[in-house]
Nanobody
Framework: QLQASGGGLVQAGGSLRLSCEAS????????MGWFRQAPGKEREFVAT????????KYSDSVKGRFTIARGNTRNTLYLEMNSLKAEDTAVYFC????????????????????WGQGTQVTVSS
């Protein structure tokens, strides 16, 4: 099970840190993803992280503003969001897949097996 938390209401330009925690397991060897979904829109890739090689990838819309950070244990992953914009408003989901996801499929929601319940991020302009 994945648990996403840390969402809330923030003013434009502000920051939030989202957490993704696994219960009963660790992320060892997993590929992790953060996605978001705004009302009436499709689920959108935000960022990914591979525990195997500690590599990251970000969507162009968040690059330079969002950062994935590891927890001290391998069952927690964070998404640090800075310089938030109104268009970042969405429900944010964390996802995981046991093993490696090829680069071309990192941004595809279908590549991930496990999903958290989502946490709402609202950015007021």
């Amino acid at each position: 099970q994945l648990q996403a938390s840390g969402g809330g209401l923030v003013q434009a330009g502000g920051s939030l840190r989202l957490s993704c925690e696994a219960s009963g397991r660790t992320f060892n060897g997993h590929t992790m993803g953060w996605f978001r979904q705004a009302p009436g829109k499709e689920r959108e890739f935000v960022a990914t992280f591979r525990w195997s090689d500690l590599s990251t990838k970000y969507s162009d819309s968040v690059k330079g503003r969002f950062t994935i950070a590891r927890g001290n244990t391998r069952n927690t992953l964070y998404l640090e969001m800075n310089s938030l914009k109104a268009e970042d408003t969405a429900v944010y989901f964390c996802a995981a897949r046991s093993g490696r996801v090829i680069n071309s499929q990192l941004g595809n929601p279908s590549s991930y097996d496990y999903w958290g319940q989502g946490t709402q991020v609202t950015v007021s302009s």
